[in-house]
């Protein structure tokens, strides 16, 4: 009997806690992957035959009224890690050629290093890593550098794409006002 | 959904004009960006959700992506230690949200198929062999779903990848265990799955609303 009253009291209190207890918060840059071919998984449940080529999983910070590139947020002239959070992920499910090198299928880390006029992609090869903090350019795969793009209207929130681009694929990634594209061949 | 999402840009736009005037002073001297002193004016004082109405590529989904290592928070202990030994697993999955709604009879049905998320099919990465169920699971990468019954979740790991995850293929399950569910855990809002260590591995926790269900895995 005592036992049960314990038990109940548990409950009870378990209860009370469940109600006083935080959702869990949602994080303020959450996560997101894009596929080339784009939104695969739905092609593959619909049949697809292309074949899958590529992934991003990064997380996308928001804007938030802020100026991002040049600021203290994306410095110039210091390695991003081109999203939140753990370093955006690269998955090669083929063999690509990026910026003229062969890189073969496999998991990577993308970061950019942001310039006002220029990025430079960097592909490297320690994976499962926080931001950029670690860095270790001995670890490079390749680097990329390109122009950047200027548009009108601010994107709010990181944006990474994956575009058909004859028979390759163009990685465009943009936020603020600034896009950069970086191509694969396959 | 787009239904929604366009009430809401509407009683926003509505709100704008309504609380224009008071809003004015305070916009003028938050707001040093010229290009932004129309459109997301009403937003920004009271801290809402974030509007993507300027994004040309693609919106934050409404159920976000998250990913889970183990050991929990492994990219966090790789910078603070280099010499940390490499990852054992992920999981990659989206949280839906309650949204005021109950979770069993309102989002999911006793004896159904569930993704274990939403949008694409929740993944499991492999990166050390490990154990579920008395099967060996070798490094790689694979998909996890659930069939929600009241006393107990069966956990299936299939090796059918990258696709959504309203349809699975049977054939393709390598695994299936049966775990009970406890209910009166805290409440989750959001969808939540994270690893804790156990003594002879880990346990993948999975919980929502007030349900949750631990998958063993020896490692």
Not at chain 1, 6 to 27: E, K, R, S, Y
Request: charged share 20%; with cysteine.
């Amino acid at each position: 009997m005592k036992k049960w009253l314990f038990l109940i009291a548990c409950a009870i209190a378990g209860v009370h806690a469940a109600n006083a207890q935080q959702w869990a918060p949602i994080d303020k840059s959450p996560l997101d992957q894009v596929y080339f071919p784009i939104d695969y998984p739905s092609l593959k449940v619909k049949g697809t035959k292309e074949p899958l080529r590529m992934r991003v999983i990064y997380s996308r910070p928001n804007k938030s009224n802020r100026q991002i590139f040049g600021s203290e947020i994306v410095p110039y002239g210091k390695v991003w890690r081109l999203g939140a959070n753990e370093a955006t992920e690269l998955d090669l499910f083929t063999d690509a050629k990026i910026g003229g090198k062969k890189v073969p299928a496999g998991r990577y880390t993308l970061y950019a290093l942001v310039n006002e006029k220029n990025w430079t992609f960097i592909i490297n090869k320690e994976t499962d890593t926080w931001g950029a903090f670690k860095y270790d350019a001995a670890k490079d795969v390749c680097r990329v550098t390109v122009p950047v793009e200027r548009m009108d209207k601010p994107i709010e929130s990181l944006t990474i794409d994956l575009e058909k681009a004859g028979t390759g694929v163009n990685l465009v990634a943009g936020w603020d006002t600034v896009s950069a594209t970086l191509p694969f061949l396959f | 959904m787009t239904v929604l999402y366009r009430c809401f840009l509407v009683s926003s736009v509505a709100a704008m004009l309504l609380g224009g005037c008071k809003e004015k002073p305070t916009q003028s001297t938050t707001n040093s960006t010229p290009q932004h002193s129309g459109s997301d004016s009403a937003g920004h004082q009271a801290n809402p959700p974030v509007i993507e109405d300027n994004n040309i590529y693609a919106d934050v989904d409404i159920s976000p992506m998250d990913m889970s290592y183990f050991p929990s928070k492994y990219p966090q202990q790789k910078i603070a230690d280099p010499k940390t030994p490499p990852p054992v697993m992920r999981v990659i999955y989206s949280r839906p949200h309650l949204q005021g709604r109950k979770l069993f009879e309102e989002i999911l049905k006793y004896g159904q198929t569930w993704r274990l998320g939403a949008n694409e099919a929740t993944e499991l990465d492999v990166f050390q062999p490990v154990t579920i169920g008395n099967k060996k699971l070798p490094v790689g990468r694979y998909t996890l779903y659930a069939i929600p019954k009241a006393g107990y979740w069966t956990i299936a790991v299939n090796n059918d990848l990258d696709l959504w995850g309203l349809k699975q293929d049977v054939s393709k399950d390598l695994l299936r265990v049966e775990v009970p569910v406890t209910y009166y855990n805290p409440v989750m809002e959001y969808f939540t799955m994270v690893f804790e260590k156990s003594d002879t591995g880990a346990n993948l926790i999975i919980a929502w609303d007030d349900a949750l269900v631990k998958l063993p895995i020896t490692i």
